[in-house]
T-cell receptor
Framework: GAVVSQHPSWVICKSGTSVKIECRSL??????MFWYRQFPKQSLMLMAT?????????EQGVEKDKFLINHASLTLSTLTVTSAHPEDSSFYIC????????????FGPGTRLTVT | DQQVKQNSPSLSVQEGRISILNCDYT??????FLWYKKYPAEGPTFLIS?????DKNEDGRFTVFLNKSAKHLSLHIVPSQPGDSAVYFC???????????FGKGTHLIIQP
């Protein structure tokens, strides 16, 4: 199988603080990891693409300085929401792509972020 | 602007019958299409995919049809089972982009 985990599964933080979300590929090496955000009753929106050892590529409209992505190894990517505000409250989902399956992304279970 | 559209927010189908979920896209650069199944508070699970060079792909109870000229694809599930109740997302990729572009999803409800 291809298992992707996320931690934490849910987090509540105060406005102005930073939150780090981890995404791990448990049984394969992920050459590329993606971060998506989903608002209620909306589609998953791609935020950024990260390749191990290089800077993330952000989608238009996503603030690089607010959503810091680090892809330090082939099995771990982290998303840090800096100076979080209530409008950042959302469901954040990562996915990982194996090198040999270019078109198949394996998704993590998601992280529910609530900023109060 | 939604490049991938799933115009039916929900669909109710009787157990044992065929479920047909539809998806339309506008970007002609898309060359690969995927269907995902998602339960609440969980990440999407990959179901089936199709390349733009094909018009049909089948995997067990799931078949995806692609009509490139109409920029339309559909997912057929037959026979439908209670465990199929979930939100189904259509996704597309291509045009040099690595990430997926998703539709808003269709909530499939299988009635006993």
């Amino acid at each position: 199988g291809a298992v992707v985990s996320q931690h934490p599964s849910w987090v509540i933080c105060k406005s102005g603080t930073s939150v780090k979300i981890e995404c791990r590929s448990l049984d394969f090496q992920a050459t590329t990891m993606f971060w998506y955000r989903q608002f209620p009753k909306q589609s998953l929106m791609l935020m950024a693409t990260s390749n191990e050892g290089s800077k993330a590529t952000y989608e238009q409209g996503v603030e690089k300085d607010k959503f810091l992505i680090n892809h330090a190894s082939l099995t771990l990517s982290t998303l840090t929401v800096t100076s979080a505000h209530p409008e950042d409250s959302s469901f954040y989902i990562c996915s990982a792509r194996r090198g040999t399956t270019l078109h198949e992304q394996y998704f993590g279970p998601g992280t529910r972020l609530t900023v109060t | 602007d939604q490049q991938v559209k799933q115009n039916s927010p929900s669909l109710s189908v009787q157990e044992g019958r065929i479920s047909i979920l539809n998806c339309d896209y506008t970007n002609s650069m898309f060359d690969y299409f995927l269907w995902y199944k998602k339960y609440p508070a969980e990440g999407p699970t990959f179901l089936i995919s199709i390349s733009s060079i094909k018009d049909k792909n089948e995997d067990g109870r799931f078949t995806v049809f692609l009509n490139k000229s109409a920029k339309h694809l559909s997912l057929h599930i037959v026979p439908s089972q209670p465990g199929d109740s979930a939100v189904y997302f259509c996704a597309a990729m291509g045009g040099g982009a690595d990430g997926l572009t998703f539709g808003k999803g269709t909530h499939l409800i299988i009635q006993p």
